[in-house]
Nanobody
């Protein structure tokens, strides 16, 4: 019940921009806190940004001021986009979307991860 579907990513030159999108499929009743992580080769997965179901937003220092996480539309719950600007070669990584289901009646705790999407930034 509920899986994350990601889109976006690709290859850009330094200074360019990319937009990643993520949505929860197959779970239209429950709400999710949504977040983005990334993992570079040989590195641990790290937090990038999050948007809670009630709209609280947080960013990692590494992307603060260069990235924007947003819900795609007021009616599109459990969907988020991550706009990445002023990209640097060190932003190269696989980017993963994560959804944490908000616990309420009929909605138990659950954690879902997307399949990951590659972002490559060349200098």
């Amino acid at each position: 019940q509920g899986r994350l579907v990601e889109s976006g990513g690709g290859s850009v030159q330094a200074g360019g921009s990319l937009r990643l999108s993520c949505s929860v499929s197959g779970d239209t009743y429950c709400f999710y806190d949504m977040s983005w992580y990334r993992q570079a080769p040989g590195e641990e997965r790290e937090f990038i940004a999050s948007r809670s179901a009630i709209g609280v937003i947080m960013y990692a220092d590494s992307v603060k001021g260069r990235s924007t996480i947003s819900q795609d539309s007021d009616s599109a719950k459990n969907t988020v986009s991550l706009q990445l600007n002023s990209l640097k070669p060190e932003d190269t990584a696989i980017y993963y979307c994560k959804g944490d289901r908000v616990v309420r009646k009929w909605c138990g705790a659950a954690e879902r991860w997307g399949q990951g999407t590659q972002v490559t930034v060349s200098s």
